[in-house]
């Protein structure tokens, strides 16, 4: 096997197991472009659209402003993981773009993943990922903020369950969200 050097600039892509990921992806320098309830639900619908049909089994979601975050078990080809981002990537800055009228404009930067191969790491991270807004201080409870799957969780798993995934702590995570959330909108 050929020795891998990884580039210093850009996270590692290393999708060759079928399995559950951590995904984030950002937007470069960490720009505010979601600024408001609309663009929101754009990024949230245009995320569960090409998850479906790429066959990415979306577990746990959230988005923001400036970033996204989800957990997902992959299709068997987790490869796809690369060519659905960069879908999405492209169609989101093409909206975002012309409703700015700053065409040409870099809207995203790019991704980082994590194969959750451990049950601790993959709960702590479902945990982390419902609970994200309110990690970063917009909603007390984050069943009310309507761009994340908390709510969705809370409808459709029992409650046993839902109180089992709280349980699993997510302070000791190894997680990229060093974002600062635009609260002025």
Not at 101 to 112: D, E, Q, S, T
Request: net charge positive.
């Amino acid at each position: 096997m050929p020795l891998m050097i990884d580039w210093p600039h850009a996270p590692p892509h290393r999708l060759t197991e079928r399995g559950t990921y951590f995904v984030t992806a950002a937007t470069y320098l960490k720009a505010h472009h979601f600024t408001s309830p609309k663009r929101l639900e754009v990024l949230q619908r245009g995320l569960l659209t090409v998850a479906k049909e790429y066959g990415w089994n979306l577990e746990a979601w959230a988005v923001f402003s400036n970033h996204y975050h989800f957990v997902a078990k992959s299709p068997d080809d987790p490869a796809t993981l690369q060519i659905m981002l960069k879908e999405l990537h492209v169609k989101l800055t093409g909206w975002v773009n012309r409703l700015d009228k700053a065409p040409g404009r870099n809207v995203w930067h790019n991704f980082r993943e994590t194969q959750l191969t451990h049950p601790t790491s993959y709960f702590a991270r479902l945990n982390y990922t419902h609970g994200n807004a309110v990690h970063h201080g917009l909603v007390a409870n984050a069943k009310d903020y309507p761009w994340c799957s908390a709510a969705w969780f809370e409808d459709s798993t029992s409650p046993a369950m839902v109180k089992s995934i709280r349980r699993f702590k997510s302070d000791k995570l190894k997680i990229e969200d060093s974002f600062d959330i635009d609260r002025d909108w």
